[in-house]
């Protein structure tokens, strides 16, 4: 049985990101950049006015102040998007607007509010830094600068910052896109008043959020009865997504048909059985190049599946440079006992909180592998290791910081 770093190292070992494809710029948030991204212009393209005033040269304004301002001759008017046509001389300004460019000439900006406008003059109160209130072109972004590099995830900022450097069009590894089945003759719809010995089908929504959640694309599929021949049909639908995720019949009972019809279509058994507490009985395949996760059916584990391997996978498959949720050292409150000498790493569900610079963490609740409820709260996971039975009140345990960007 793997170990989970073993077994993530397996998953992750399998999984290729999806060939890059161009997209225009407005479809980019949230993907994953395919190279380094370069700008193909200098921002500001053109020296300009950073406010509203008059373009001047700061040597006219030696003796300006509120008691004896400096006349000087209005040559006009010059808006953003305006081109100069003229040049500024001593004693001239242009009445300028943020953003127009600077007219030859001139070397500084005053703003309007240190002015008094006359017609066709303009009285200036103060001295000015010669540069001041100027905006040099390429001060901000210079033509090949580096914007972003291969594999970052890209965020508002940056689709401003490659808006003003010219990629209207850029390589990104797209979204993939997850199909999402869930399995039991139990399940019923959310909407669905459950009959007798039925269920709510929790996964298929839980499952879907989290993909969704990864930046991924998720493809739901309606509910799988505990079938092989049907359950063989659905899954040579789903080989169309770029993943398959299943939840349900992975594990012993008579009605676990999901390894035998996943081989049965051809996807190669990486490993089946990760050595945890909750959710043992993951599987993973390959099929051809699109990674298969047969995930069990408890709510809880399958969540606790998902953040733990399927969301590193789906982040390599779309791209990103970093798979792994930042990881912390924290004081178990309450502490923990389970059971030793079963050699499994235990995952616990815990609210952990920064308190005079240290984390602390508490269990949400009962850590039961169906106790839904325990992740209402919950924003990491605490692992304990194999081996571990104990911590004692206010312990050390490691966190997986389940609300936090990967860092790493
Ligand atoms: P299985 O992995 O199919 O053996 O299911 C294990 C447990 O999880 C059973 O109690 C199932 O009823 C429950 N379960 C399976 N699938 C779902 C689902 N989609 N939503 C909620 N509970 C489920
Ligand atoms: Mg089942």
Redesign the pocket.
Known sequence: MATPAEALQLILDQVAPLPAVRLPLSEALGLAAAEDLHSTAQVPPFTNSAMDGYALRAADLATATPATPVRLRVLGDLAAGAIPTCAVGSGEALRIMTGAPLPEGADTVVPVEQTLRGEGWVDVLHLLRPGLHIRHAGEDLQLGQRLVAAGHRLRPGDIGALAAAGLAVLPCHPRARVAVL???D??VDVSEQPGPGR??????HALCAQVAASGAQPMPFPRVPDEPATLLRVLEEAAGADMILT?????V?DY?FMKRMLEELGARRVFWKVAQKPGGPLGFWMLGAKPVFGI????VA?MLMFEEYVRPALRQLMGYANRHRPVAEAALEGGWSGKVGDGRTTFLRVVARREDGRLKARLTGPQGS?ILSSMLLANALAVIPAGVDRIEPGGPVTLHLTEENEDH
């Open positions: 869930t399995t039991g139990e399940l269920i709510r089908d929790a996964n298929i939840t349900g019949g992975i594990s009972g676990d069990p059916g408890n709510p399958a169906a």
